[in-house]
Every structure is written in C-alpha cells, then in structure tokens.
C-alpha cells in the first residue's frame, strides 16, 4: 500500500491530531488492562464482535495519554477498517514503519491491534515485536480458537488475556443515566422502580452497548446477528450448507438456559450429531453461544451428560428466537449465567455448573472455587405456586446437603428474605439486587 493512504487510515483511528469518542467508560475492564499492562507481556482482549472491544481499547489508550504518555506514543490499528488490503505481516511491518517515520515517537511505544485475526501469520510479527521490546502490544479478536491456537504454538507464556462481554447490569444502568450504589441502601429504594422498569428493557432486549442507548434495538439486534453468521462463521468455517448453521443457531437462541444432547438435535433438526457438534463449537469459539456442564467428579460423566446453552445476549434470543414475555424465568436464569462468568473474570478459580441426580431434581448453578463447592444457586422467577417453590426447594436442598453446604440462594422477581428449612438457610433475593452486587 502507499505509505500516504496508509498515514491517512491511521489518523483516522487515533489520538495524534484529534480526540476520539471513546464512549461510556467500562471501569470494571479499564481497571483489570491497567494491571495487565504493566507486564511486559502481550495483552490479550477477546469477546464477542459488538461487545465493546474496539471501545474499551481507545479508553484504555485515553487513560495513558492523561496519565503523561505521549499520545504520539500510541499506535492504534483497526483491521476492519476496509481501506486496509493485503492482510498480512508485510503490511503490519509497513504500517509500524510509517508511523515510525510520519510520526517519530520518542520513547516507550504502545501498539493496540483491533480486529487481528483478519491478519495471516499475525502471531509471528507480534512475537517478534514482543521478544524485540520494541513496543507493549494490545490485540484483540472476536474468535477464541482462532486466538487461542495461534498463541498456543508461538505467545506460549507472553499473553495475559481478558474476556470483554457486553453490559453487565451496572453498565447498563450507567448508559441509561443511572447511577447505583450497592452500599447505599436509600439510593437503592428510592431508585427501586426505575431500576426494575430497566431490568424488563436488559431481559428483552439485551446488553450490547450500542443497543443499550439507540432506539431501532431490534434493527440492531439484526444487524449484529447477520454479521456474526455470514463473518464469523459461514465464511470463516467456509460452511456449504448454511440453512442447517443457521437452524441450529436459530434453535439455541429459542432455548436458552435448556438442556441438549447432540444426539437429541439430530433428531429434531435432521442434522447429523457430528455436524451438531461441530457447528456447536464455532458458536462457542464466536462467544454466541455457551455450553455448561453437569456438576460430576467424573470427568467422563461430565461428558456424556447432557449440557446447559446459553446465547451471549438475551436480546439476540427474543429477536432471532422466541418472544421474551413468557420465558422471564429462562431468561433470567440466563443473565445470571452471563453474570457468573464476568465474575470469572476477577476470580478465575471459580467454575460453573449445573447439578442433577437420578431422580431429576436440578440446581442450576454449582459455583467451585479449587476443589471445594462454594455455592449453589438456583434461578425462579415466580415462587407463588406452592408446588414450584417445593419442587425448587427440594432439589436445593439436596444439593446442599451433597455439598454440605449450610446456606443456598433463589433468585427471583420480587421475593426477597431468608427461611430455615431442615436446618439450613434458604436466602431469597432479586435478580436486580443480586445484580448490583
């Protein structure tokens, strides 16, 4: 490419003569990158496409450039930018030196890489840069496995990473103006009805952020779902059949938080178990998609038993799916498991389960830290039926006593307070509350 149009794109994509909309600040991820960059290794953002990544980068290169670096310092490259051709080493060694020449950075260089999966043999030139100490390196991607093998065979010990998902509920009060603090017990009940009024609006149509403030949500909602299929996995995976990809999809986004086996869907959807299980694995490594095993000391157990799905965002299931209004409890169950794993985040010790026995009785989340069970959680929208709350109750109860547990929690809609059941403590609490904490 020629080094002008070259010097043109990235003007465009930083800080050098013009401040950049860097959006609402998402302080949970700026606060976990400020630590990783401190390393001398590479940073690593992964999550899926929509979710803030390109964002929560120029934030973290906004707080260098106020905490005294140049902001001359700083390289930011966006490789979805369609201006860029010829995706390959050779022009991330071209782009590095024109800046280097246009630009003339004077000390420590920091080099943030959007999108860099879209580069072939990326891993070679970022190791070399990385082992060289020419620059600190921050990269991005929207594909796990694609990320996750490259580094495996040349970053091997030279990455910390971070998974971004899109708005946790706190985030999501924040871009709608609405600012809580889980201490401050008045705020929260003045706050009470505005806080649930936006709960029903998170339950339906999600947490990606652009969706979170723009009106045409379902337009959106649309649009990120088209470019995931036809981007991230019909062309990536070079599908040939795509009508079975997206019946499949299709059926997971319209059963979230349920129980399947491969050999169950090649029944329903007359797709072969192998290729259910396939196609299975590009949702999860495009972040569509997650998978959660039954609780069993048994590794092999662990994989024969059927497993939890769960879609990324529960706007994308009430859009591409089913309406949200009758499955509440579903999709509740669902943001609690998207909330577990951004806790995951600052806890990795932590793994998620779910747990069944013989007879049927479910918890739906087993929550391990090491080797010991730390809590169960189970996820009940409505208890007013007499018969759901024992049937709930009753498969907490004898999870807890499997665990030795002495306390269990229900999440709810409105119920909110503690019983002592059998000698155990049963502590009720609402999704929104549980949320904040």
């Given at each position: 490419?020629?080094?002008?149009?070259?010097?043109?794109?990235?003007?465009?994509?930083?800080?050098?003569?013009?401040?950049?909309?860097?959006?609402?600040?998402?302080?949970?991820?700026?606060?976990?990158?400020?630590?990783?960059?401190?390393?001398?290794?590479?940073?690593?953002?992964?999550?899926?496409?929509?979710?803030?990544?390109?964002?929560?980068?120029?934030?973290?290169?906004?707080?260098?450039?106020?905490?005294?670096?140049?902001?001359?310092?700083?390289?930011?490259?966006?490789?979805?930018?369609?201006?860029?051709?010829?995706?390959?080493?050779?022009?991330?060694?071209?782009?590095?030196?024109?800046?280097?020449?246009?630009?003339?950075?004077?000390?420590?260089?920091?080099?943030?890489?959007?999108?860099?999966?879209?580069?072939?043999?990326?891993?070679?030139?970022?190791?070399?840069?990385?082992?060289?100490?020419?620059?600190?390196?921050?990269?991005?991607?929207?594909?796990?496995?694609?990320?996750?093998?490259?580094?495996?065979?040349?970053?091997?010990?030279?990455?910390?990473?971070?998974?971004?998902?899109?708005?946790?509920?706190?985030?999501?009060?924040?871009?709608?103006?609405?600012?809580?603090?889980?201490?401050?017990?008045?705020?929260?009940?003045?706050?009470?009805?505005?806080?649930?009024?936006?709960?029903?609006?998170?339950?339906?149509?999600?947490?990606?952020?652009?969706?979170?403030?723009?009106?045409?949500?379902?337009?959106?909602?649309?649009?990120?779902?088209?470019?995931?299929?036809?981007?991230?996995?019909?062309?990536?995976?070079?599908?040939?059949?795509?009508?079975?990809?997206?019946?499949?999809?299709?059926?997971?986004?319209?059963?979230?938080?349920?129980?399947?086996?491969?050999?169950?869907?090649?029944?329903?959807?007359?797709?072969?178990?192998?290729?259910?299980?396939?196609?299975?694995?590009?949702?999860?490594?495009?972040?569509?998609?997650?998978?959660?095993?039954?609780?069993?000391?048994?590794?092999?157990?662990?994989?024969?038993?059927?497993?939890?799905?769960?879609?990324?965002?529960?706007?994308?299931?009430?859009?591409?799916?089913?309406?949200?209004?009758?499955?509440?409890?579903?999709?509740?169950?669902?943001?609690?498991?998207?909330?577990?794993?951004?806790?995951?985040?600052?806890?990795?010790?932590?793994?998620?389960?779910?747990?069944?026995?013989?007879?049927?009785?479910?918890?739906?989340?087993?929550?391990?830290?090491?080797?010991?069970?730390?809590?169960?959680?189970?996820?009940?929208?409505?208890?007013?039926?007499?018969?759901?709350?024992?049937?709930?109750?009753?498969?907490?109860?004898?999870?807890?006593?499997?665990f030795e547990l002495e306390t269990g929690l229900i999440i709810t809609d409105e119920k909110e307070g503690e019983e002592i059941i059998k000698e155990k403590e049963i502590i009720?609490?609402?999704?929104?509350?549980?949320?904040?904490?």
């Amino acid at each position: 490419m020629d080094k002008n149009e070259i010097l043109k794109i990235l003007e465009d994509w930083n800080f050098w003569k013009k401040d950049l909309d860097v959006g609402i600040k998402r302080n949970f991820y700026l606060d976990e990158l400020k630590k990783l960059i401190l390393s001398e290794q590479v940073i690593v953002i992964t999550g899926a496409r929509r979710s803030g990544k390109s964002f929560i980068m120029k934030q973290l290169a906004k707080e260098l450039i106020e905490k005294g670096v140049n902001k001359n310092q700083i390289l930011i490259i966006n490789f979805e930018d369609p201006r860029f051709v010829e995706l390959d080493t050779k022009l991330l060694q071209q782009i590095y030196e024109v800046y280097l020449e246009s630009i003339n950075p004077k000390e420590e260089i920091y080099i943030f890489i959007d999108e860099i999966q879209e580069v072939r043999e990326w891993e070679k030139w970022v190791r070399m840069m990385n082992e060289l100490r020419k620059a600190k390196i921050v990269i991005s991607g929207s594909n796990a496995k694609l990320l996750s093998q490259e580094l495996a065979t040349l970053l091997t010990g030279r990455h910390l990473d971070i998974t971004i998902f899109p708005l946790s509920f706190k985030e999501f009060l924040e871009f709608n103006n609405l600012y809580v603090e889980k201490d401050d017990k008045l705020n929260l009940i003045a706050k009470r009805i505005k806080i649930k009024s936006l709960l029903r609006k998170y339950l339906e149509f999600g947490s990606f952020p652009r969706v979170a403030v723009e009106e045409k949500k379902e337009k959106i909602l649309l649009s990120y779902f088209d470019d995931a299929l036809n981007r991230d996995l019909i062309k990536r995976y070079n599908i040939r059949k795509p009508e079975k990809l997206k019946s499949l999809i299709k059926f997971y986004l319209s059963n979230p938080s349920s129980l399947i086996t491969f050999n169950s869907l090649e029944k329903s959807l007359e797709i072969s178990a192998d290729t259910v299980e396939k196609f299975s694995g590009y949702f999860e490594t495009a972040y569509l998609i997650f998978f959660q095993k039954r609780f069993s000391f048994k590794v092999k157990e662990q994989e024969k038993s059927p497993r939890k799905a769960y879609p990324i965002d529960t706007g994308l299931a009430n859009t591409i799916g089913f309406r949200f209004s009758k499955n509440l409890g579903k999709m509740a169950e669902n943001l609690v498991y998207l909330e577990l794993k951004r806790r995951k985040i600052i806890n990795p010790y932590l793994e998620l389960f779910y747990w069944k026995d013989e007879r049927h009785r479910e918890v739906d989340f087993v929550i391990k830290e090491k080797l010991k069970v730390k809590q169960l959680i189970q996820v009940c929208w409505n208890l007013d039926d007499p018969k759901t709350k024992k049937r709930e109750l009753n498969s907490l109860l004898r999870a807890m006593n499997e665990f030795e547990l002495e306390t269990g929690l229900i999440i709810t809609d409105e119920k909110e307070g503690e019983e002592i059941i059998k000698e155990k403590e049963i502590i009720f609490q609402p999704l929104w509350k549980w949320l904040l904490e």
